[in-house]
């Protein structure tokens, strides 16, 4: 067995049985912690499953619960946010007190100047800054339902979404940063709405607009009775210091989901279950806790800026870090390590790619001992898969007792499913694993006729139902997608959409999704296990693995690699040693047909590789440029390098079908 860093494994394993067996009291029992307006005397109602609601017949407020406790039981004058950007040279603090004044503010405007009530919809198009944080908690505070769409987003997409939310209010800014140029957003907001009246939602175009203006000489033409200024709305506002109560299945926020795996969909949270679940795993795998400093390098308009940068935080009288920048380039890739050292950060949240990136430019680590991390006892990863080599990279540079967690978790759970903790036991990490099952999530590895699989056997990654407080309530506007996208295909089950497989010592592991496994000769294998190979080879920083079509064997690997700094082109000894290794570690079915050296990878701004996208190009396949990546140039980059390498030539030129069009 693994050895465990905690002895008290008896602790978790209480834990999560009696989550499992007695769902109900375990969960109740956390709920105590919540402070209701009106107490629940249900807790579960099944009545509508797979539909289910926790403490249905309960009422609350998530923005008193966030806010207004903590300045009532006297902790008015702790701080709350920590607003550091690089991109505008600012860092500046907003105690409870402060926040709940903007709050109460921000709420009069929406209220008493715009009309909008209890369950409107007020779509947020903004940067990463403290304005759009308490337009959230202003929306949380009169019932209003606040959906979030990525600050940059085109106007396309946002258009979707404007289509499918039908806002009441639109808030947005005059300008987003990024290192050398500036996104103007109320042109993009503007076209999008004529989009949306064109596809047939009338009055799109007229839908109010509230507009906070940064400056940075970017004009703000505001369109009479349509457009107003959020500062002037500000001073003319009368606060709305009381709060509107909600019962606990009120819809808190609906997320629209990157659209990696299909179209968009608007995924429903409620505000009772998951204000319960959320204050609970900020301590369980966390460590986070009232005056603790936690720092999320997301972005609002992810579920993890969500869930760990605007609420959890709060719900445990923490302060939060809002970061405008990046981990490297804003100035170098020591961005994140002086942030944690400047503010003093207990548990800091990180994407893989955001790791990979400053792995690369400091390999050996010297930046990032530079800093005193000290403070830091927690890195949680997130958002994919992250590699071993990483984790390996991370734990060796980092002191003894900093827990690296790579954990799982997804936009419909809320919160996450399978992690190490902080709190309740730390186990031995095993890279490449997210580790234990959390409670409340009875996580099975299924087969495709819905048996569980064995110990090391690869499968879907399915939930069994009830699922915990906190998990999506349904689609928004879409009970019978929901049912018909989660619950078909596995009866009594979640289905995540993700691959894995549970091992020996009961730590599971998290390949990928589903369409991101590679059918060789009929043999599955998940493109995350070949990418656990490569990564470690030591002139490699990242990589992706994708399928292409194959005569014989139906698909074939093929591994896109970035190489780490002063290593351009991947040699043939090199090369020979990567196909060696995947054969050696996978066996001769994992074989190679290309490793094709590339300067970036194409991915979403929440920072996933586009392996769908990447397998078209190397089929010379009709693709559109997803509305989510980072940065279009990249794949025109990719594409070269591919081309040099014998790809992008079209499966029916090669096959004898008929030809394919290529973008």
């Not at 709940?100 to 009309?115: C, N, Y």
């Not at 009772?272 to 005056?291: E, F, I, P, S, T």
Request: aromatic share 10%; hydrophobic share 35%; charged share 25%.
């Amino acid at each position: 067995m693994i050895r465990l860093l905690s002895r008290r494994f008896s602790e978790y394993l209480s834990m999560y049985r009696n989550s499992i067996e007695n769902p109900e009291q375990f969960w109740s029992s956390a709920a105590k912690e919540i402070v209701w307006d009106k107490p629940f005397t249900t807790i579960l109602d099944k009545s509508q499953e797979p539909l289910y609601s926790w403490f249905p017949d309960g009422k609350l407020n998530m923005c008193y619960n966030c806010v207004d406790r903590h300045v009532e039981s006297g902790s008015g004058k702790d701080w709350a946010f920590i607003y550091d950007s690089p991109m505008t040279n600012k860092i500046v603090h907003y105690t409870y007190k402060e926040l709940l004044e903007e709050v109460q503010k921000l709420a009069g405007v929406l209220t008493f100047r715009h009309g909008v009530r209890k369950g409107d919809v007020v779509l947020i198009y903004m940067p990463l800054i403290p304005e759009a944080i308490v337009a959230m908690l202003a929306c949380a505070r009169i019932g209003a339902v606040h959906t979030v769409v990525f600050g940059g987003f085109a106007s396309k997409e946002l258009a979707n979404r404007v289509v499918d939310s039908k806002p009441k209010l639109i808030i947005t800014a005059n300008v987003g940063l990024e290192p050398g140029k500036k996104i103007p957003y109320l042109p993009i907001v503007n076209e999008a709405t004529q989009i949306a009246e064109k596809r047939g939602l009338q009055g799109a175009d007229s839908i109010e607009r509230l507009v906070f203006d940064r400056g940075f000489g970017v004009p703000v033409d505001l369109k009479l009775h349509r457009d107003y200024d959020y500062y002037e709305e500000m001073v003319m506002s009368r606060p709305f210091s009381s709060i509107v109560s909600v019962g606990s299945s009120h819809p808190l926020y609906f997320l629209h989901t990157s659209g990696t795996t299909g179209a968009p969909k608007g995924v429903l949270r409620d505000t009772g279950g998951y204000a319960v679940a959320l204050k609970k795993v900020m301590d369980w795998v966390y460590g986070v806790g009232k005056r603790d400093v936690f720092f999320s390098a997301s972005d609002i308009g992810w579920v993890v800026g969500h869930s760990c940068i605007t609420y959890g935080p709060l719900l445990v009288g923490g302060t939060s870090v809002i970061y405008e920048g990046k981990p490297v380039g804003t100035p170098d890739s020591g961005a994140w390590w002086r942030v944690i050292q400047q503010h003093n950060v207990k548990s800091i949240f990180v994407a893989p790619t955001g790791l990979r990136a400053i792995k690369r430019e400091d390999p050996l680590g010297k930046l990032m001992k530079s800093f005193d991390l000290s403070c830091l006892k927690h890195v949680g990863i997130a958002g994919e898969r992250c590699d071993p080599d990483t984790v390996n990279w991370l734990t060796n540079n980092l002191k003894p007792d900093t827990l690296v967690n790579d954990h799982w978790w997804q936009t419909e759970s809320g919160w996450p499913m399978i992690s190490n903790f902080m709190r309740i036991e730390k186990f031995e990490v095993k890279p490449g694993s997210a580790t234990k099952p959390v409670p409340g999530w009875n996580i099975k590895i299924l087969r495709e006729n819905g048996e569980e699989c064995n110990s090391q056997e690869s499968g879907v990654v399915c939930v069994k139902l009830p699922t915990p407080p906190g998990f999506m309530l349904t689609l928004w506007n879409n009970d019978e997608g929901f049912k018909e996208k989660y619950m078909k295909d596995f009866p009594g089950y979640y289905m995540a959409g993700d691959e894995g497989f549970c091992d020996e010592d009961g730590y599971f592991h998290i390949m990928g999704r589903t369409d991101d496994v590679i059918n060789v000769a009929g043999h599955r294998i998940s493109s995350g296990l070949i990418e656990e190979v490569i990564s470690y080879h030591e002139d490699v920083a990242e990589c992706a693995v994708i399928a292409v079509y194959e005569k014989i064997k139906g698909e074939m690997p093929v591994a896109l690699v970035v190489l780490k700094e002063g290593h351009d082109v991947l040699s043939k000894h090199v090369e020979q040693e990567v196909f060696q290794k995947v054969r050696q570690d996978i066996g001769n079915i994992a074989t190679l047909k290309k490793c094709v050296t590339v300067k970036r990878l194409p991915k979403t701004r929440s920072g996933k590789v586009l392996r769908g996208t990447l397998r078209k190009i190397a089929q010379a396949q009709e693709f559109e440029v997803p509305s989510t990546i980072d940065d279009p140039v990249i794949l025109d980059e990719v594409k070269d390098s591919m081309k040099e390498c014998g790809l992008c030539v079209p499966v029916d030129l090669e096959f004898g079908s008929e030809p394919s069009r290529t973008n």
